[in-house]
Structure formats: structure tokens, C-alpha cells
């Protein structure tokens, strides 16, 4: 099981492709540290999430509870407030960090509305190097907006030598958006493969890294396939293998959903109590019936770590095509 743990709906960015900064949280209705005790342990991964995470002044109270909890637990945060980071990750080097970028500099600050917010950003990503960190990496969104920025920033992190992920924009109850749309699918298609090509023939230093792009490539599938046809490779486990919890303390099975479907309240019930309830099961029989065909990190590593041959042989496959001369079958 996975979960994500939106702390906060407050965000100092303007991003074109989220309003949540226009619905921003009271501090005093955000879900405290101890109302997340009883989310349950051995999870293969908790994301602490916004909103901007690093807005929460008892932000290490939460890593503390949440910590113990997982093998990975990792933050994804536009980096403006480096030190915030940088304390986090002096107390806790085994955790990963993401930090949200756009793009090069200037096509980045535009999108995320944010003045100096590459260079921040750059700034906790050095900073969370030079403290040792070994999990750090890139998130992006790719629209039409940034989209040629793709490849080379792919090229930057893996001189880096850090992660790179990436994701679309969505709509649902989640982003305040309804009008979210790749304009030019063509232009985005044709960049969206180069980058899949690149991914299948990484050529970074060590195995483990050159390992992770190749099904970074099989995600990227996963995005293609959401834009151009509108579906994803794989079922949805929402509510199942993954969930989220949002800053009022409702479970939810995801984040996509047009409109919030709460499972229950973490300040009012316990976590396996709501788990349980019938109250759940007809969140995910609604979940079942979802044809969104979403695909965000969050919904699709747990798919593909539930289904782990179908990724696995598709890599195997389009990496033999290459090696032949043929290009990657996109299916």
C-alpha cells in the first residue's frame, strides 16, 4: 500500500495548470501530526504533498509520525523555502525529495508563477546533495507550455544525477481545474517519444539509475496514452492499493476524482476503522466505475508494482526493437 498526504492546500506558487492556491487551507482546520498515528505502518511509500508542504510550520512533526511508517517517505515541494528542506533533511538523509520545476529557468518561473522559483529550487536541490541525500529528483509537468523543454531537461538531470519524473495536467476537485488540455497533441506526442527513446537507452552512471528509466519509460507510455486516447495501460487501484489524505483529515482514493469522495475522517475515526467501514467500499465501487483514465505517479507506480510483468515486458521488448533498429511499439 501507498498513500499521499496532503498536508496543505496553501501554496505560495500561481501555477497555471492548479488553482489550489486559490482555495487555500486554514491553518487551524489542517490535519494535525497525531491525528495521522493511526495510519497504518509497512507502507512501501508515504508522499507528504500540497499545496506546498514546507508552509507548515510543524512540518517535522509530521515527517516524525509519518516516518516510521515506511521504507520511503518522501516530499515534494517547489524548493522556495530551501532551509525548511535542508532541516528536514538533516534529521532525515534516507528520505526523498522532489522538487517541482517546470522546465528551464524563465519557461519555469512563467508557468509556476513564481519570481526566482528555478533558482530556489536549484538552490534545495544542491543543498539536499551536498547533505548526502541520495534519493533527490525533478518533478515536472509537461504541457504544451514547456514540452520542448522536455528532453533537455531530462539531459540536465542526468548530469545531475538525479531523478526525473514527470506528469500531465489533470482535472479533478484536487486541482480546481476543469480546462486543462494539451492544445497541440502532435507537438506533444513527437516530444513525448523522444523523451520515451532517451528514457529506454539511458546511458547514466550506475544500473540502478539506467534500471529506473527504462520503466520511467513504460510511465511516460502511461502518459501518452491518457492524452492522445484518454485511458492508461493498467486498472486503477484507488482506494485499494494507494490513498490520500487531504488537509481536513478525509481519506480519499485519489486525487483525480471530478468531485472529493471521502472515505472517513482521520480526526473522527481511526485509520482502519474508516478502512473498513461501508462507507469505503462504496467509495471504491464508485472508484470502480471511474473512466477518467487517469495517470499520475501516485495512481500509476502502485498499478505497475501490482502488475509488474506487463511494464517489464514492454521494456524488454521495445529495448530489443532498438537494438535492432526498429522504434519503440507505443501500445
Not at 498513500?3 to 487555500?24: E, L
Not at 525548511?84 to 509556476?112: H, K, W
Amino acid at each position: 500500500m501507498e498513500s499521499a498526504i496532503i498536508v496543505t492546500y496553501r501554496c505560495n506558487a500561481r501555477c497555471q495548470m492548479c488553482h489550489t492556491w486559490k482555495h487555500p487551507t486554514r491553518t487551524s482546520v489542517e490535519c494535525k501530526p497525531e491525528a495521522l498515528a493511526s495510519l497504518p505502518s509497512g507502507q512501501t511509500k508515504i508522499n507528504i504533498t500540497g499545496g506546498e508542504p514546507t508552509l507548515r510550520t510543524d512540518l517535522l512533526e509530521i515527517v516524525k509520525v509519518l516516518h516510521p511508517k515506511t521504507s520511503r517517505l518522501e516530499i515534494i515541494s517547489n524548493g522556495s523555502f530551501p532551509d525548511r528542506l535542508l532541516n528536514v533533511a538533516r534529521l532525515y538523509p534516507d528520505m526523498t525529495f522532489r522538487i517541482s520545476l517546470e522546465g528551464l529557468p524563465c519557461v519555469s518561473d512563467r508557468i509556476r508563477g513564481l519570481k526566482d522559483g528555478f533558482d530556489k529550487g536549484l538552490r534545495a536541490l544542491l543543498g539536499l546533495l551536498d547533505l548526502g541525500v541520495k534519493d533527490v529528483g525533478i518533478s515536472m509537468t509537461i504541457s504544451d507550455r514547456n514540452v520542448g523543454d522536455l528532453l533537455p531537461f531530462y539531459h540536465l538531470a542526468a548530469r545531475m544525477g538525479i531523478e526525473f519524473t514527470q506528469c500531465v495536467p489533470h482535472n479533478s476537485h484536487y486541482f480546481h481545474k476543469t480546462d486543462n488540455e494539451i492544445a497541440d497533441k502532435q507537438r506533444w506526442a513527437e516530444e513525448s517519444k523522444k523523451l520515451i527513446r532517451a528514457l529506454l537507452t539511458s546511458k547514466r552512471n550506475g544500473l540502478k539509475l539506467r534500471v529506473k528509466d527504462w520503466f520511467r519509460a513504460y510511465l511516460n507510455l502511461g502518459l501518452l496514452l491518457h492524452v492522445t486516447e484518454g485511458r492508461r495501460p493498467l486498472t486503477c487501484g484507488g482506494g485499494l492499493d494507494f490513498f490520500f489524505v487531504d488537509p481536513f483529515g478525509d481519506v480519499l482514493p485519489c486525487n483525480g476524482m471530478a468531485e472529493k469522495d471521502s472515505m472517513g475522517n482521520l480526526k473522527e475515526q481511526p485509520f482502519d476503522r474508516i478502512w473498513q467501514s461501508e462507507k469505503a467500499q462504496a467509495v471504491r465501487s464508485r472508484v470502480r466505475q471511474c473512466t477518467r483514465g487517469c495517470w499520475m505517479v501516485g495512481s500509476a507506480v502502485p498499478a505497475m508494482k501490482k502488475n509488474p510483468l506487463k511494464p517489464a515486458l514492454w521494456v524488454l521488448k521495445n529495448k530489443a526493437r532498438l537494438v535492432v533498429g526498429k522504434e519503440p511499439v507505443l501500445s
